[in-house]
Structures are given as structure tokens and as C-alpha cells.
């Protein structure tokens, strides 16, 4: 598949989303003073305190911090997975979610697996297919269409869970480190791959990682939580242009500076 015709198909999908959204919002999610306790032990845990943060319809998010200090709840209360304690999150459109595991079904082959997103989504049979193989064709699986799930490596089952998402035709990509177990090199693929969807179907991002390098290298925008509880630290714009390289200085030094901050949210942290 030529280049030319990636971005045919990349277009359609950006339209038939389009026309689903009916009006225009001015974001793809926004999140205003979310808190979130938890039942623990010693009563209840303040794991998220006073959130405030919008993404941008077509921008790319990260959001970065230290283990445990509330990354994935955040992620699951924009995906409506639970509630929020307090505050209030409006999303255009029910997003699409992307975890660690691939959580395909092995039953199906990849392309089954594509064509019940698209079942659910209300998919005409007939229009299935072709659909799933475009797809496959946008994450460069071309081929994988009958293959079973264990017949993949690592790198290819996450490339059929990021078509499956692509599936639901969200504006909003929700990715819960969904790299994280894959090798450098297959990451770094898969970084260019996510860059160039994104750049080509205008999907909105939200991108969870505790990898600093990897939060600069993918986001328009990286947002630094603090720990116990959760709370928007800090933020910064990231204006080095695209695509770009892990490696690349601008990343690197960015990624010292956010490294830093990091480190002291992870110090304040651990004097609790
Ligand atoms: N359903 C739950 N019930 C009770 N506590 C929870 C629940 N979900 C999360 N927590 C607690 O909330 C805190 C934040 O967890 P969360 O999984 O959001 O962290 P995280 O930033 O995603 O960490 P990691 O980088 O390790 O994935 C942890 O202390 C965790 O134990
Ligand atoms: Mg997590």
C-alpha cells in the first residue's frame, strides 16, 4: 500500500468520525477538579485530588509520573470505567482504550478481532471486511488478517489492538502504557507508527507513561502528575517538530529537565 493511499484511508476514517460527531466540541475530553479516593486500610485513600485538564480536539496528551501515583485511575475515570469522588469529565464521544496487554480475544484471528469492534459499532457485515483490512493496512499488518493471536509476536498483537481501537472511530485514544512490555527497538517502531496515525487520522491522544523519554519523543503536550495524591504538577508544550527520534538532543534535554521534576515529586513522595 502506497503512502498516497495510507492516507486515503486514514482520511475516510477521519471523516466518517466527523460526520458521527455531528457538532464540534472544543475538546476531546475535559477533566475538571476530578478527585478520586479509595476504601483502604486506614480509611479512605486520596489517590487523585483537584484535576484540572482539557485535551484538545486532534492534540496529543501524555501524561507522566511516578508508579502508583494515580495514572491508570485517571485514565479509567475518562473512560468511564468508574466514577470520580468529586469533579465532573465530559468526553466527546465514548473513547477508545488501549492497555498494556493487548487483551484480544485468541479465539479470533486479527481480523476477527477488528471486525467485532466494528460489529459493535454498528457496522453493516457486508462492509466489515474491507474495513478490517484497511486496518490492518493503517498499522502496516497487511496479510495478518486470518492470523490467530498467538501466532503474533509482541510488537504485531499491539499493532492489531491499536487497529481495533482505531475501530470504534473514537475522537479520543485512551493508551495505558501500551508499549511498555515490548523491546526498545519494536517501541521505537511502534512510536513512528502511533506518530504518523495520529498525524494522518487527527485522533485525539491521551497517552499514559512513566517513561520520560517516550512522553517527549509522542506529545504535543506531556503533564506531570505528583504522588499521593495525584495532582497536576507541572506541565510543558512540546514544540520540537515531528516526527522525531528518541535519540534526538531536543528530546534528550527536555526529557533531563522533566526527569528532574520527577525525581523530586518521587523524593517529596517518598518523605510521606
Ligand atoms: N480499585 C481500587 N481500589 C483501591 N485502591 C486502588 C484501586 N485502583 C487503584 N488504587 C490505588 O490507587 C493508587 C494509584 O493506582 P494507579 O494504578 O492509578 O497508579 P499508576 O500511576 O497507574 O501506577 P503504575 O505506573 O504502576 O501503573 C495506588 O495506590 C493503588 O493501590
Ligand atoms: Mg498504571
Redesign the pocket.
Known sequence: MSSQEVTTVATALAKTADAEAGTSVEYAARIEHVSKS???PAGQ?L?LDDITLDVAPGEFVTLL????????????LVAGL?KPSAGGISTDGRPALMFQEHALFPWLTAGKNIELALKLRGVAKADRRSRAEELLQLVRLEGAYGKRVHELSGGMRQRVALARALAQDSRLLLM??PFAALDAITRDVLHDELTRIWRETNVSVLF?T?NVREAVRLAERVVL?SSRP?RVAREWTVDIPQPRRIEDPAVAELSVEITEQLRGEIRRHGQH
Not at 509520573?65 to 479509567?76: H, I, Q, V, W, Y
Open positions: 479509595f476504601a483502604g485513600q489517590v509520573g511516578a508508579s502508583g501515583c494515580g495514572k491508570s485511575t485517571l485514565l479509567n468508574d495505558d502504557e499514559v512513566h502528575l495525584g
